[in-house]
């Protein structure tokens, strides 16, 4: 027997975006049925942010041990149980995981139906024996790892984020296809851990980052022992007695390489295959789904929402789509999605963290721009922790309007929330300058900066001659 349902919100994934939706349309008191064929959490509970960032805070304090020395302490090198440390991974989800349970939100008043979703025409969607007939639809559901056509990967057990986690044993050598924010994240985490670990990249590393920042972060993996290969296309992949082989070619000819262990980080593809969007009448791209500024489809029923949506693919880009279209289907209000506005971090060691627009960028948008850059070897705090290596760089408009901030360096990901609050409220570096901050801290560099936006008004003439009238007052 058919089940028909007529909620104000039916959302389509429980991942970081959908569960934002459904938790925030149900505290408003919205008749809400949320639709999950797999994990509840998403990727970025069980494969993406959380775990990946739970093993890289297993290698940081690997890494400490061996660093200690610097600092009068004795550690020597440490000792790894990596299966110790993929339980800590495990424990780590398994401590979130009820936040984001079915249990929880049924609690909250959502009715969760655990199924596949496929809309059956422009006003429904089908799950299992269910008929939803809602005022609003909202595909969430996220996006995963992107295969590239390399002869041979198909026929190798290669590991992707969704698979990596779940090692017992830490890889002898690990090789890494794609040197984006995951690949040096984990290419990083496993040498710590013990790895020998080799990165083959097709173009550049980071290459949506300001390359200013890259090479200290590219210098930080290479001095550690990472090996990264960049401009390197592979020809083949092939099975080996002992593991795999990449058959490569270079700017400098072909190169070889060999491990136990092959990583697959080249990218996202959206999850939208079974969702019927032909019935629904919603086109779709290679990136995803197709949305207005609105974040509204062809089908002025339906939004689509974080990862599917193509564009920005983190988990806080997932929450504030899941923000603007909550505001549009509750209240009416208009809310454009603003790209400048997002952060973006890698969280290798030390971190790169961006918002806003890239030099490039600011300066078709403005003209001419000013650049700011301060070191972390300037900074007091930096100098007690030895972590010496990084610097912040500044973009800076008319009047010093703030267009855009990168960061490398330890701590950038924490530092980068001032400067995206700054820029998404329009302030400017006078702004930054007259706040007071404690001493000594990291974010110090930025106020640095800011300040030295202003140094040059002190060798003006004409300010010099103010202050010279000035002092005759007494």
Partial sequence: MTNILHPDICVIGAGSAGLSVAAGAAAFGVPVVLVEKGLMGGDCLNHGCVPSKALIAAARHAHAVQQAAAFGIAAGEPRVDFEKVQAHVKDVIASIAPNDSAERFTAMGVHVIRDEARFADAETVAAGDTLIRARRFVIATGSSPAIPPIPGLADLDYLTNETLFGLKRCPDHLLVIGAGPMGLEMAQAHHRLGARVTIVETATAL????????????????GEGVALFEKTRIIAAERMAQGVRLTCETEEGPLTVEG???????????NSAGLGLAAAGIRETSSGIMVDGNLRTDNRRVYAIGDVAGGLRFTHAANYHASLVLREILFRVPARENRAIVPRVTFTDPEIASVGLSEAEARRAHGKVDILSWSYGDNDRARTERA?????????????RILGVGIVGAGAGEMIHLWAMALSSGRRLKHMRDYVGPYPTLTEIGKRAAIAYYAPLARKPFVRAIVRLLRRFG
Avoid at 207 to 222: D, F, M, N, Q
Avoid at 260 to 270: C, D, K, P
Avoid at 388 to 400: K, N, S, Y
């Fill in 260 to 270: 136990s262990h092959l990583l697959v980080a080249t990218g996202r593809r959206a």
């Fill in 388 to 400: 010496t290596t990084g610097l912040i760089r500044i973009i800076a408009g008319r009047r010093g």
């Fill in 207 to 222: 290459a949506g980052e300001a390359p200013e920042l890259v090479r200290i972060v590219i210098e930080s993996l290479r």
